[in-house]
């Protein structure tokens, strides 16, 4: 989709959807930059094609809000990158049932409201494109991080029905898959099992392998957030874009493994690479 569009990232604090605000900006599109708290956003407010706005994607009426904004001050809606999110870590066990709603109200039900809160914007322009931000978890179920993990599944599930769904209108889904990206996100992810590791528990040992995983196999190919932030507009800008985009070596190299690989092999070298041994 060729020329100037109006697109609206959600989840622009930090990480990926600030730096998707930029490469927008930067090539010329009027971006609307949301997150819940704008304040975190206001050294963005003076930028060239950028515009803010407070944005909960739990909250129907501040999507209903950011969504009129867009539409009156941009005078349509191309494009919506559903960004917002985070990870909650931690044994299934020991994750309580209401962080596991939490993590499915942002992830899952958020970004289903913004798609229903911006197909109608789109159908009246006569297309557009949604991006929805998944990640390597959405396709590889990792140890101690099942609530993030299940969340970006279902986001892979709704893509896929979605893209079918709205073809008829003109609108593209694109699903962007990273790896390992340097940002806040695993900081605020480890964060979120240290009252697990404070404490005894049949997984205290365990949670020690996966940070070390973490700092290590992880780390080792990690690439910038500016670098899935260019995925995400060229795929914007695309005539045709692809239907999924896989980036860092990581996913381009386990995702294509877990089609062909048996479950019990792709356990074993999990297993091994987080230092856990099965019992006999």
Not at 175 to 197: D, H, M, T, W, Y
Request: proline content about 6%; hydrophobic content about 45%.
């Amino acid at each position: 989709m060729p020329g100037r569009q109006v697109v609206l990232v959600t989840g622009c604090s930090t990480g990926i959807g600030r730096a998707t605000v930029l490469e927008a900006a930067g090539r010329g599109h009027l971006v609307f930059a949301t997150a819940r708290n704008p304040d975190s956003m206001a050294d963005l407010a003076g930028r060239e094609n950028v515009r803010i706005a407070a944005l909960d994607v739990t909250q129907p009426a501040s999507i209903a809000n950011a969504v009129r904004k867009v539409v009156a001050e941009g005078g349509r809606l191309d494009a919506l990158v559903n960004n917002a999110g985070y990870g909650q870590y931690g044994a299934v066990e020991e994750v309580p049932p209401e962080e596991w709603r939490a993590q499915f109200d942002v992830n899952v039900f958020g970004s289903v409201a913004m798609i229903q809160a911006c197909l109608s914007a789109m159908r009246q322009n006569g297309g557009g494109t949604i991006v929805n931000v998944s990640s390597i978890a959405g396709k590889i179920p990792i140890p101690f991080a099942a609530p993030y993990c299940s969340s970006k599944h279902a986001l892979e599930a709704i893509s896929d029905a979605l893209r079918i769904e709205v073809a008829p209108f003109g609108v593209r889904v694109v699903i962007v898959e990273p790896g390992p990206i340097g940002s806040n996100f695993g900081a605020r992810a480890r964060a979120s099992v240290e009252r697990f590791l404070k404490r005894p528990g049949p997984y205290k040992e365990m949670y020690g392998g996966a940070e070390k995983a973490m700092n290590t196999d992880f780390a080792a190919g990690m690439l910038s957030a500016e670098s899935v932030a260019r995925v995400i507009v060229r795929a914007i800008e695309a005539r045709r874009p692809k239907t999924r985009y896989k980036i860092t070596r990581m996913a381009k190299m386990f995702i294509p493994l877990k089609r062909v690989l048996p479950d019990r092999v792709l356990d074993s070298q999990m297993r091994r690479s987080l230092g856990i041994k099965k019992s006999k």
